[in-house]
């Protein structure tokens, strides 16, 4: 048996693949979580490289203080080793990798905070609410992260199933602004049947 050469894979189903773990998250947590979480993974996009950038003077000099330690002690030798020994974090692979470390980590913080402030569904409408605004916000994450670390090997390639839309920072809001009238209209209904 033969594998083919090369393995066409398309864009969409990839991207609803890797999204359904925030999928299911948002149907077990409702919309109003989602809201929140989506919040929170918008600041991570816009300011993982301008809060990574400020981290890593800080982490390559306490890189360079404890390698000139460990190798020097308090000698004489400390300040040359301090000058010599090169940061931890210099190429722009690591730069772009410590963003998304902090994107990663900002995502998270969202996700806890929705989860704490919202809690869970109260009804299975809120949790199809909920799928969809998950469907939205992993859309987000994974073609974030895809633009950010996949350089793809020769012998896979992602074919585009539909031109699909480029999630800009206007766009997100346009989306949140969306959400945030959904969940309005479901609290209203709530309201009224009280």
Do not use: C
């Amino acid at each position: 048996m033969t594998l083919p050469s090369t393995l066409t894979v398309e864009e969409l189903p990839l991207i609803f693949i890797l999204s359904l773990p925030v999928i299911y998250w948002g149907y077990r947590h409702g919309l109003d979580a989602v809201i929140i979480a989506v919040i929170g993974v918008l600041f991570g996009m816009v300011f993982a490289d301008t809060l990574g950038g400020a981290v890593i003077s800080a982490v390559n000099t306490l890189w360079r203080f404890g390698s000139a330690m460990l190798s020097a002690g308090f000698g004489p030798e400390l300040f040359t080793r301090l000058r010599e020994t090169p940061g931890l974090i210099e190429t722009p692979e690591q730069v772009r990798l410590l963003g998304t470390i902090v994107f990663a980590l900002t995502s998270y913080a969202a996700f806890k905070i929705a989860y704490r402030r919202a809690g869970s569904k109260s009804n299975f409408l809120e949790g199809v609410f909920g799928a969809i605004g998950g469907a939205v916000t992993g859309y987000m994450i994974v073609t974030f992260l895809i633009q950010r670390h996949v350089t793809l090997p020769q012998v896979v390639q992602i074919v585009p199933t539909t031109q699909l839309p480029v999630f800009n920072v206007d766009a997100n809001i346009v989306v949140l602004i969306a959400l945030v009238v959904i969940v309005y209209a479901v609290q209203s209904t709530r309201a009224k049947k009280k």
